[in-house]
């Protein structure tokens, strides 16, 4: 999912939701089930299998305006940034310094001494552990990163 126009993403759990454009096969209307606002991720009712799923590739959410509050709204990201995130193989990589919006995934791009800028994309096969507070667990997908740390890095 991809926020509209640089919005933050809103959706939360329980949330009545309209998808555009409507279908003859499917309700129109939907309730949110579940949010994984670091993902962008949300799951819906009525949208139980994968053709469901691939039925509604392309639709916009829509949700009422009194459901959607801005003004108490803090960015998603901002806990992240800063974060430490450390790798069982590779050990530790750095710090979350952005994180980049992309329609299949969001990427953290982190920044440490001994590898320099690592892509990590936000996946449930690479995101081991995410805490509240702390240190980020990962397990970095092979390609990812080199072996060797930077030439004239720290360990």
């Not at 009525?46 to 003004?71: E, M, T, Y």
């Amino acid at each position: 999912m991809v926020p509209l126009r640089g919005l933050p993403f809103l959706l939360r759990v329980g949330m009545t939701v309209a998808l555009t454009p409507p279908s003859l096969t499917r309700d129109r209307f939907c309730t949110v089930t579940s949010v994984n606002e670091v993902a962008s991720r949300a799951t819906f009712s009525g949208i139980a299998s994968i053709d469901d799923a691939q039925a509604i590739v392309g639709c916009h959410v829509l949700a009422r305006a009194d459901d959607v509050v801005l003004d108490a709204f803090e960015v998603p990201f901002a806990d992240l940034i800063g974060r430490g995130v450390h790798d069982e193989r590779y050990g530790d990589l750095g710090t979350i310094e952005e994180v980049m919006e992309t329609p299949a995934n969001n990427v953290w791009v982190v920044s440490g001494s001994s590898y320099g800028e690592v892509l990590i994309p936000v996946i449930a096969d690479v995101v081991r552990s995410l805490p509240d507070s702390g240190t980020i667990e990962v397990r970095i997908m092979d390609g990812l990163i080199d072996g060797a740390p930077s030439e004239g890095a720290v360990r």
